[in-house]
């Protein structure tokens, strides 16, 4: 099928995601293979997103295709309440990483899914309906998720679900309780101090939980100081409050850790994961849950459950991925070209006026965009974008380079397996594209 007339059937049937129909212009995209893709012409493009920061193994790894395909020639489907080979070998290859007793799982379809049912476990297991979120995260589509999610895409859903209360997030570069020259522990602090001074006005009694993204994705990575996901744990445990953690993103690698709250050494009451769970090979979620939420339900109905919970297959690529990135040290390759990607966007930073800031850990990281570094206008508003940041994605893109460009900020996310040479590589054309945002900005 030619280009053409593969985008415009494509487009005739199909409705696509956060977009205004009229306007889409999909990128074809016929075959894969490590961090790389090729659109139906033929043209090569590294990955940079992962594409939804999800193929943490990379394309078409053989491995995981191969054990796909021999859950498909043992057993395609069997019911959520059926025990299989394939949920036995997952809950051990999981229970492996995952942290503290955090070591019985409930499989979704994805992430969003995940978040809904760490919602109603919390408040099964709590008595209790507040759920404290923040405003720069996501954590999904669905009724409860697009409710918890702070930025602009829940307000077409709102009123939403009751009982959600948003609190702004730790960032540095943004956040109005910042003092330039503050250490982690000042500013985490700060932010935790406005945390319990909410809590005050809403009743801690009256608070299931505290949802946070442990480590903000599409709103910009924003990586919490040291100090803030301790106090978390420490201002839940005081109340009977739940702590929440979302690793759809950053978990199963994604930060040069098995999850993301393993770099403060902190165990969440729930963790919701999906994405890198199966490297997106097939769909799956899952809320890990720990010891005395598990033994609560021993003994009590969980008022939840899915038709396609622990379908076969989803659990086989899971396994298989998991394997993967323990036999390749693909977490170690995270934490190693994290710390390359790390230089490369400081180096960016010293170099282009237009980037007002730059945040990674491990290969999950982002350069935010601005018009002016003092005042540190964005270069595209809250809501939308800007004609220099729809012309630095189509140079990205016309060289070669897909991208996640969102508001103002470029993402850079790529697969686990990426070397050196192709994050070098990479970080030559992103140097060259920020002349686009630099010509815009007044220094």
């Not at 507040?130 to 895409?153: C, E, N, P, Q």
């Not at 442990?214 to 744990?233: A, C, F, H, M, W």
């Not at 939308?384 to 900020?409: C, I, K």
Request: proline share 4%; hydrophobic share 40%.
């Amino acid at each position: 099928m030619m280009t053409k007339d593969l985008v415009e059937l494509t487009k005739k049937h199909t409705f696509f995601s956060w977009s205004t129909q009229g306007t889409v212009v999909p990128l074809t995209m016929a075959k894969a293979k490590g961090v790389y893709f090729w659109d139906a012409s033929g043209k090569r493009y590294l990955d940079l997103n992962s594409q939804l920061m999800c193929v943490n193994v990379g394309h078409g790894d053989r491995r995981v295709l191969d054990a796909i395909k021999a859950q498909a020639d043992e057993l395609v489907y069997a019911g959520p309440s059926m025990a299989t080979k394939v949920r036995a070998e997952i809950g051990q290859e999981l229970a492996e990483v995952t942290p503290g007793d955090l070591d019985k799982f409930f499989f979704t379809l994805g992430g969003a899914e995940a978040n809904e049912h760490a919602i109603r476990m919390a408040r099964q297991f709590t008595g209790r309906q507040k759920v404290v979120a923040r405003y720069r995260s996501y954590h999904g589509a669905t009724a409860g998720a697009i409710s918890l999610t702070g930025d602009h895409r829940r307000w077409a859903s709102e009123p939403g679900i009751p009982g959600v209360v948003h609190i702004f997030d730790p960032d540095k570069y943004r956040s109005q309780l910042y003092r330039e020259g503050d250490g982690d522990e000042v500013f985490a602090r700060r932010c935790l101090d406005q945390l319990e001074e909410v809590l005050m006005y809403e009743g801690p009694h009256t608070v299931a939980a505290v949802f946070v993204e442990t480590v903000t994705g599409t709103n910009g990575i924003i990586v919490p100081p040291d100090g803030y996901l301790q106090g978390l744990r420490r201002i839940c445990d005081r109340y009977g409050i739940l702590l929440i953690c979302d690793e759809v993103m950053a978990g199963l690698g994604r930060t040069g850790e098995w999850f993301a709250v393993d770099h403060w050494q902190v165990t969440p009451d729930l963790m919701t994961m999906a994405k890198g769970l199966t490297s997106a090979y097939l769909p799956l979620g899952g809320v890990a849950i720990s010891g005395r939420i598990a033994d609560y339900f021993e003994h009590e109905v969980y008022y939840g459950g899915l038709t396609y919970s622990a379908h076969p297959m989803s659990l086989a690529a899971a396994v298989a991925v998991l394997r993967v990135k323990k036999a390749d040290d693909l977490v170690g390759n995270a934490r190693r070209m994290g710390n390359v990607m790390a230089r490369l966007l400081d180096d960016l930073k010293a170099a282009h006026p237009s980037v007002g800031d730059v945040r990674s850990i491990g290969l999950f990281g982002c350069i935010e965009l601005v018009k002016n570094r003092t005042t540190k206008e964005p270069m595209a508003p809250y809501v939308g974008t800007s004609p220099e940041m729809t012309e630095l994605g189509a140079y990205l893109a016309g060289n070669g380079v897909y991208a996640f460009t969102w508001r103002n900020l470029l993402h850079t996310n790529p697969p686990l397996t990426i070397t050196e040479s192709e994050l070098r590589d990479v970080f030559a054309v992103i140097d060259k594209a920020l002349a686009i945002t630099d010509a815009a900005s007044s220094g």
